[in-house]
């Protein structure tokens, strides 16, 4: 069987699971969840979004036979805020910069300001979608092989928090319960699809509740949902 992945995106995503949801949980001392539609200064959602909990699964465990689905996100610290300033690359590195030899940062380097979280703490439950021509490849054999990494601390890469500075602890999940917090967080990001033909990238929404404590996770985006009912 010829390694799965060049059509993921013409997947619909299984309405449920023959497993029950995985459940892990991500701590740590710093976050930042960068809301898309505030450019200027970089300003964090105040929870972990879908796509970033994906990411940090995948940085525990990650096969091109299966994704991860998240389906609910419950917060187990308050939610506190910080800010920082720091200087920052105006500019991604050209082959101008290289065939130079350097980057002139009087020229790139701008201060931003950060509004981000600290002392954050998480419990993600996410499902484990093994693509059709894998199905063979039972989804018992992926949810062991993460379960066994979390418990020892293993990893494939760093575990981060939205940005690579911001380390994740990642560990076995506990009972602690979810804080009292119930808010509407209005349209929050959902996902990102690669095109690995094209390069592409594709985002999607979703309407973000918080309810004690617990945001439920929708399969589909709002774009993905509107495509089916175009379609």
Sequence with gaps: MS???HDWDTLPVPSSFRYPPLSVEASGD???FTRPELVSERVSYPIITPAAAVGLLSSVFWKPQFRWVVERIEVLAPVKWTTFRRNESGSAITRDHLSKGYLDVDDTVQQRMTTMLRDVHYRIH?????HPEAEEQAPAKWRDQF???VKRGQSFRTPFLGMREFHADVMEA???APIGWTEDLGVMHHSVVYD????????DWFEAKVVDGAMDIPRIGLMAAHDLEVG
């Design 196 to 203: 690995e033909r094209t390069g592409a990238e594709t985002y």
């Design 30 to 32: 710093w976050a930042c």
């Design 126 to 130: 996410a499902n484990v979608w093994v």
């Design 174 to 176: 506990s009972d602690t």
């Design 3 to 5: 390694t799965p992945h």
């Design 147 to 149: 379960q066994r990494r």
